[in-house]
């Protein structure tokens, strides 16, 4: 008798229903998001782990549907009061930006590019400008930030800061290759350094 070998047992290739729960989750935070976005939506990249890719959307859809508001409303709310610059001693604007940073990082909301600001022209900055831009208000979440660049806004002067006092020799060349025509300012050392002592987000 001829013996042959035992054919392999076949695969089990569904879908636990673990897995079914996770894909239509997936799906219906994908079609919430068409829904309010008016296009259809694709994660970037290849297909994420399902675990990865419903944290992923469960955090655009948070983002979408996140009331809108200001950041001088918000640490009003907060308890945080305002004066305004001209009524407060430099040691008053000091203490008072302590104040602000550490709520706002209680929020999850973290200052950058500061350094070439003295306390009184970032305080003046905040309070009279930036903290009144509308912007999206996320609740609190230890694994996002939302991250305030002072120099985000991408203008002239803010490039021209930019390349002053926070962009390295690389920077600088790659900037001098790209834009031939643009002057580029000498490189001077930031007057204060107050960047590295300010909450920052922990990866």
């Given at each position: 008798?001829?013996?042959?070998?035992?054919?392999?047992?076949?695969?089990?290739?569904?879908?636990?229903?673990?897995?079914?729960?996770?894909?239509?989750?997936?799906?219906?935070?994908?079609?919430?998001?068409?829904?309010?976005?008016?296009?259809?939506?694709?994660?970037?990249?290849r297909r994420l782990d399902p675990t990865l890719e419903a944290a992923f959307l469960e955090r655009v859809l948070a983002f979408e549907t996140a009331p809108r508001g200001t950041h001088f409303a918000e640490l009003t709310r907060t308890g945080v009061v305002m004066p305004g610059p001209d009524s407060m001693t430099d040691a008053e604007i000091a203490a008072k930006l302590t104040e602000i940073v550490t709520k706002l990082a209680e929020r999850r909301v973290f200052l950058y590019s500061t350094n070439h600001?003295?306390?009184?022209?970032?305080?003046?900055?905040?309070?009279?400008?930036?903290?009144?831009?509308?912007?999206?208000?996320?609740?609190?979440?230890?694994?996002?930030?939302?991250?305030?660049?002072?120099?985000?806004?991408?203008?002239?002067?803010?490039?021209?800061?930019?390349?002053?006092?926070?962009?390295?020799?690389?920077?600088?060349?790659?900037?001098?290759?790209d834009f031939p025509e643009d002057p580029i300012p000498a490189h001077e050392d930031p007057p204060y350094h107050r960047d590295a002592s300010l909450p920052q987000r922990e990866y």
């Open positions: 008798m001829r013996r042959t070998k035992k054919d392999p047992k076949p695969q089990n290739t569904s879908l636990g229903l673990a897995d079914i729960d996770q894909e239509i989750h997936i799906a219906s935070l994908k079609r919430q998001i068409e829904d309010m976005s008016g296009v259809s939506f694709t994660p970037p990249g600001l003295s306390d009184r022209e970032l305080y003046t900055l905040l309070v009279t400008r930036v903290f009144h831009e509308e912007t999206t208000l996320m609740p609190p979440d230890p694994d996002s930030a939302c991250h305030l660049d002072l120099l985000g806004g991408c203008s002239d002067a803010d490039t021209r800061i930019w390349l002053k006092y926070y962009a390295d020799d690389e920077e600088r060349d790659r900037w001098r290759r």
